[in-house]
């Protein structure tokens, strides 16, 4: 799973020069960046995450603010009717299937869990509906654990156009970024990121010439 081919130390040296300027721009551009998703606790936390999969972060915060509402306890999930579930979150998209996966992550996580979302990132990848991308997230957000990098669809997007990374797979760009920047910045970067993105270089085709970190 983790397997890549390594680079070699030339290439190395110099995408680690330039992910250390990337990360000081990144810090002055948004000395405080963090998540963007809303919640107020640790399984609310894996529940926005779990939903933000192809979704945007600000549908996904409209969906909670009634969704948290009506659900206030892990037992309104395990409790929770499928189809009824399925149609209050139907507007963050693939909703079946993150209404399955929530659903049973409720049940997993009282029954083998005691209520508390897994600590480790071995624990936490048994639980429906999680990869490495939610895994980092809850566990750097819950716990201050981090094992590795977050990668959406910001990250794989700009890791490739900043030339950190010659993957498009998550799981590699995640191993690549791991090996380019200080492990103190791993959790920061990927929000850092995700700000950058959404600010001056979006997804959608524009001029580059404004963009902070274009002469990089």
Known sequence: MWYTIPMDSDRLIERKKKAATIVATLKKLFPEAKIA???????????????SAQCTDKKVNEVTATLFKKYRSLDDYVHADLAEFAQDIHSTGFYRNKAKNILAAAK??????????????????????????????????????????????????????????????????ERDLMELLPKGEWMSFTYRLIDYGRKYCPARAHSHTNCPLSQI
Do not use: C, Q
């Open 108 to 173: 997993m996580i009282k029954e083998e869990f005691g209520g508390e979302i897994p600590k480790t990132m071995e624990e936490i990848l048994r639980v429906p509906g999680v990869a490495r991308k939610t895994a980092n997230v809850v566990l750097g957000m819950a716990y201050g654990v981090v094992e590795g990098i977050a990668v959406d669809t910001h990250v794989i997007r700009l890791s490739n156009l900043l030339g950190l990374t010659d993957h498009k797979d998550p799981v590699k760009i």
């Open 37 to 51: 998703l809303n919640y107020g606790n640790n399984w609310e936390l894996l529940v926005a995450v779990e939903l």
